[in-house]
């Protein structure tokens, strides 16, 4: 019962941060209006989704190969470096959080960037 009680609870706060980072993304859209210009990748797709293993480590040099709309509060890039792609994750919070996933050769990272693309993984 207890149990219950508590994750009933820790359910309802989640959703209420949810709400929240909701409320933050309208403001910005209002104050920065999306250029269409990069994909937006789905919030939710309902189907499965494959979790990437994000880290800190970032490559010591990359260039951004594909990346997506900055209107959104996670913004994420397709990066090369020296024959191997990462996938840099951006929270655009204050200060900004950022994590790594990868690396792959070219085929591998290109399956996953279409996942995130897609909503697939994250
Ligand atoms: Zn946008």
Redesign the pocket.
């Known amino acids: 019962m207890l149990i219950s009680v508590d994750v009933e609870k820790r359910c309802h706060n989640a959703m209420g941060r949810v709400a929240a980072m909701t409320e933050v993304l309208d403001v910005e ?1 209002d104050a920065w209006p ?5 994909p ?1 990748p789905p919030a939710r797709t309902g189907g499965r989704v494959t979790c990437l293993d994000w880290a800190a480590e970032s490559p010591a040099r990359a260039r951004v190969v594909d990346y ?5 509060v996670i913004v994420y890039e397709l990066l090369a470096s020296g024959g191997t792609y990462v996938i840099r994750r951006t929270h655009q919070t204050v200060p900004p959080r950022v994590a790594y996933a990868g690396p792959w050769l070219r085929r591998p990272a290109d399956r996953m960037w279409m996942l995130i693309l897609t909503g697939e993984a994250r």
Do not use: V
């Open positions: 859209l999306c250029p269409q210009l990069a937006h997506t709309c900055s209107c959104r």
